[in-house]
């Protein structure tokens, strides 16, 4: 798969969009932007890439009818797709069901 493709879950029903903001900065993710509908995280070198480079990830976190709405991506252009970003979008997911 090419480009910027993201990874997208609905977690319903989920905890709490300011508890998932806790767990997200305890899973070593920095909050770029915050207000009370959604959020969005950074994290450096989360997933293997070519040559041994490192690709940083970015989750974006929003609050749906029934709980929130997830959304990883690789933070840049991307030419291939190992399935990282799906499982990584799954783990993810575990942590932040009610």
Do not use: C
Not at 11 to 24: D, G, H, N, T
Not at 25 to 34: D, L, Q, R, T, W
């Amino acid at each position: 798969m090419l480009g910027w493709k993201a990874a997208e879950r609905r977690i319903e029903p989920s905890i709490p969009l300011e508890q998932a903001k806790v767990i997200m900065k305890e899973a070593g993710f920095i909050e770029h932007v915050s207000n009370p509908e959604h959020a969005i995280f950074k994290r450096a070198g989360t997933q293997a890439a070519l040559k041994g480079e490192k690709f940083t990830i970015e989750v974006a976190l929003a609050k749906s009818e029934s709980g929130l709405f997830l959304q990883a991506r690789y933070d840049t252009f991307v030419l291939f797709d190992t399935g990282d970003l799906e499982k990584f979008a799954d783990e993810l997911v575990s942590k932040l069901k009610a």
